[in-house]
Nanobody, 121 residues
């Protein structure tokens, strides 16, 4: 059973920085993309940033200019560098990996267990 292992969450003051890391427990092939999602209490899970083969990166508007996603899809690793953190960034952050199925007709999603990021004085 492949697992995505996340690290780097924690408590930080507004304006601070954190770096999240995610790696797969086994090497997966045909990885199309990796991403970070987050879910705040009482809210739906939202896509924060996404990195894909050939398609570059995507960021939700609320984090543009503050967060940077990077990684190596062949190595099944992804990072999220977060600067100028705000209280509204407080959430559980989840790593996501999308693998192309053997038939090529659909993608398989893998999820990490989540890491808590809390931005507070």
């Amino acid at each position: 059973q492949v697992q995505l292992v996340e690290s780097g969450g924690g408590l930080v003051q507004p304006g601070g920085s954190l770096r999240l890391s995610c790696a797969a427990s086994q090497t997966l092939f045909d990885v199309r993309a990796m991403a970070w999602y987050r879910q705040a209490p009482g809210k739906e899970r939202e896509l924060v940033a996404h990195i894909a083969n050939g398609d570059g990166t995507y960021y939700v508007d609320s984090v543009k200019g503050r967060f940077t996603i990077s990684g190596d899809l062949a190595q099944n690793t992804v990072y999220l560098q977060m600067h100028n953190l705000k209280p509204e960034d407080t959430a559980v952050y989840y790593c996501n990996l999308q693998q192309l199925s053997g038939t090529g007709y659909y993608t398989i999603n893998y999820w990490g267990q989540g890491t808590q990021v809390t931005v507070s004085l």
